[in-house]
């Protein structure tokens, strides 16, 4: 997300405001079209880049301003952030359908297996009459909860876990919450948009949090991935907000019609677009080079600061994704490189 220009809180978020009594509508509707353009930019700043511009107090201080003026003028807006936990807890969580399947992935532990999958696609798409290049967008597999997110109009409309694959559980509620997913997007998107994204707890997160859960006398979460599942099905949107969720987009599932013709096409622009993508995502020539990715991934499992299970292999060129296909349960253009299981030493004692 570009810094904003002519925006004067974007870097100084000390400035003197003009008592409320005194703005007529004009001059409030244009305070809080400028208060909402600078909270967006500081919440891209610290929540995906992890690089704040102002203090805490400096954004607290803005973002009160907001919310005073959306109140004293009527001026609320479903997009703005300070909208983003609102309506009473659920009865129960709805199911709605996917708009494209959300399909499993193949995988393996195996470096031979891997490379079997690489043959194949070579082999269909040699069979098909396809001489282009055969190369892979590889990225970490994150260890956390599958989630739809649909925008119309530039506009968040509906989020909803993976379920089935054809039908999951309806949790718009609680994914607004998240700070790191845009309610409305920048720049040139589509008028209809649905990504698919995984939503997780990093592990300083997570382990600040059970600090607090234990000093309230709460029993901790057992691990990040449990505690973000919990957390996302949630029928009250106000406990959610209180937990530190994240969430990264990795995959395009109807672009309205943009026509992006590579994934690394697709990764480049969503981030543009206000989405948090992951900086490790790599373009390489083949099938050796998706080897590679993911032996690195592992020597550096344990100094990212989310969890990760393995690696994800893509056909960058989508045209050759769109003739491979997929199978009932799987698409046959990716491939996923898990990690071995982890061990642990036991003594054991007479």
């Known amino acids: 997300m570009e810094e904003p220009q002519d925006n004067p809180y974007v870097r100084d978020s000390s400035l003197d405001f003009t008592p409320v009594e005194e703005l007529d509508e004009a001059a409030a509707r244009e305070q809080v079209e400028l208060l909402r353009e600078a909270v967006r930019y500081h919440d891209h700043r610290y929540y995906q880049e992890a690089d704040p511009v102002v203090s805490d107090r400096g954004y607290d201080r803005l973002f009160d301003r907001l ?10 807006s479903e997009t703005s952030p300070t909208r983003r936990v609102g309506g009473e807890p659920l009865d129960e969580l709805e199911t709605v359908e996917h708009v494209a399947p959300m399909l499993s992935i193949d995988s393996s532990v195996e470096e031979s297996d891997v490379r079997e999958f690489d043959g194949r696609v070579r082999d ?23 989630v739809e997110l649909v925008y119309e109009g530039g506009e ?33 998107y589509p008028k209809f948009l649905a990504v698919r ?18 000093e309230r006398g709460d029993d901790p979460f057992a691990n990040p991935r449990n505690a ?14 209180e937990r530190p969720l994240d969430c990264f987009v990795f995959d395009v599932l109807d672009d309205g019609g943009y026509g992006f013709e590579t994934r690394i096409e697709e990764h480049r622009t969503v981030q543009r677009w206000g989405f948090h993508v992951d900086d490790h995502t790599r373009l390489v020539d083949d099938i050796d ?10 020597r550096r499992r344990d100094d990212l600061d989310y969890e990760i299970d393995g690696t994800v292999i893509k056909l960058d060129r989508k045209g050759a994704c769109e003739m491979l296909g997929a199978t009932s349960r799987a698409p046959r253009w990716a491939y996923a490189y898990k990690f071995p299981a982890r061990t642990e030493e036991t003594t054991v004692r007479d």
Request: net charge negative.
């Open 197 to 214: 994204g995984e939503v997780l707890i990093r592990k300083a997160a997570f382990q600040a949090y059970n600090r607090e859960r234990i």
């Open 156 to 188: 968040l409309r509906r989020a909803a876990t993976r379920g089935d694959g054809q039908r999951g559980d309806d949790v718009t509620a609680n994914v607004r919450t998240i700070r790191s997913v845009p309610l409305e997007l920048d720049g040139d």
């Open 228 to 241: 973000a599942a919990g957390t996302l099905r949630q029928l009250d949107p106000s406990v959610t907000a």
């Open 124 to 146: 269909r798409l040699d069979a098909a009459g396809d001489d282009g290049p055969v190369e892979y967008l590889c990225e970490p597999k994150f260890d956390g909860l599958s």
């Open 67 to 76: 919310e005073t003026l959306e109140e004293a003028f009527d001026l609320r």
């Open 289 to 298: 080079g998706a080897v590679e990715f993911r032996e690195e991934m592992l």
